[in-house]
């Protein structure tokens, strides 16, 4: 009778083990995801102009103050449509992005450009919603 009772009680504590351990693995793909994107451990690609062709990767967490805008980052050259712009420091950017620290002792504060291209879908809603608004359309 009592190697029975212990028979069962094993057999319970390993089916709660596998319970515990999947419910584990499961909170860590849903909130886990979440709390990365939460609190900006997500990848944003930016450029330093919309036509500019190096691309670099920032955190979430890194970019200060994003905004609609028509004047670029570098050569200001002004864009006939908004685009999303943010600020970043240049240290934090990996990748190619045109800027060089020629101009002084970095790190500096330089303004980046964020395309719908370079970015994924779940990234430019975040974006957008942290901006307000789409206003490239509104003033045509």
């Known amino acids: 009778m009592t190697k029975m009772i212990e028979v069962v009680l094993k057999s319970l504590w390993r089916m709660l083990r596998l319970a515990l351990w999947l419910i584990g693995i499961m909170l ?4 886990g995801l979440a709390w990365q994107q939460t609190f900006g451990r997500s ?3 930016v450029r330093r102009d919309w036509d500019d062709l190096g691309v670099g990767r920032v955190r979430w967490a890194d970019l200060n103050d994003p905004r609609w805008d028509t004047v670029s980052g570098g050569a200001p050259v002004e864009n006939l449509l908004p685009l999303l712009h ?31 291209d370079d970015n994924s879908r779940r990234i430019w809603r ?15």
Do not use: E
């Open 43 to 45: 990848n944003v690609y």
């Open 86 to 116: 943010a600020y970043v420091w240049c240290d934090k950017v990996r990748g190619k992005i045109g800027h060089s620290c020629a101009h002084g002792p970095g790190p500096h504060n330089i303004k980046v450009c964020m395309l719908r």
């Open 126 to 140: 975040r974006l957008l919603k942290s901006v307000g608004p789409d206003r490239r359309f509104q003033n045509l």
């Open 28 to 31: 860590r793909f849903t909130f």
